[in-house]
T-cell receptor
């Protein structure tokens, strides 16, 4: 089975610019997650979707971050405007409805804000 | 969310067994114990999970203490490819059932 696809793999932007990341989950996986992983730390959940509805976005900095999952399949995560502290790897994961049989993660997008 | 405690780092020799400990003294009755690992420059990868009984799969074994306050991930024969950060996570399948990652244990495997 194909894995979770993410693009781009790397991105370098200047502070105050905007950036968008794309994720295509495993076919049939209803639940999709975005995580932020700062160097040396474990991944931090930003937002969780079930189909195209948001289940949990309590850790998403909504003044600058936004995410959508149109039609319950692909998802995009946007940052506008970016800050230096947003430099991190952004990981997308998907699972069956309740996630009880594991999440499948993509390889992530490494963002550097200069 | 209940928390887990893991050693920051461990070392192992290639082809020897590795026992990765995890303490979770505040675990609730509905929390499952999940293990994920993250190889360099990759996203985390599911390893194994369990509730009360010991579990085995092709990657590893999970030994859960009778009181469920601790667990151990067992890699039966470590290879160089097993060098990674291993995360022990408690997950309540109810509500949103989200995975909350801690710092994990960095495993080094020496040839």
């Amino acid at each position: 089975e194909a894995g979770v696809a993410q693009s781009p793999r790397y991105k370098i932007i200047e502070k105050r610019q905007s950036v968008a990341f794309w994720c295509n989950p495993i076919s049939g996986h209803a639940t999709l997650y975005w995580y932020q992983q700062i160097l040396g730390q474990g991944p931090k959940l930003l937002i969780q979707f079930q189909n195209n509805g948001v289940v949990d976005d309590s850790q998403l900095p909504k003044d600058r971050f936004s995410a959508e999952r149109l039609k319950g399949v692909d998802s995009t995560l946007k940052i506008q405007p970016a800050k230096l502290e947003d430099s991190a790897v952004y990981l997308c994961a998907s699972s069956l409805w309740d996630g009880n049989y594991g999440y499948t993660f993509g390889s992530g997008t490494r963002l550097t804000v200069v | 969310d209940a928390k887990t405690t893991q050693p920051n780092s461990m070392e192992s020799n290639e082809e020897e067994p590795v026992h990765l400990p995890c303490n979770h003294s505040t675990i609730s009755g509905t929390d499952y114990i999940h293990w994920y690992r993250q190889l360099p420059s990759q996203g985390p990868e599911y390893v194994i999970h369990g509730l009360t009984s010991n579990v085995n799969n092709r990657m590893a074994s999970l030994a859960i203490a009778e009181d469920r306050k601790s667990s151990t991930l067992i890699l039966h024969r470590a290879t160089l490819r097993d060098a990674a950060v291993y995360y022990c996570i408690l997950r309540d399948p109810g509500n949103t059932g989200k995975l909350i990652f801690g710092q994990g244990t960095t495993l080094q495997v020496k040839p």
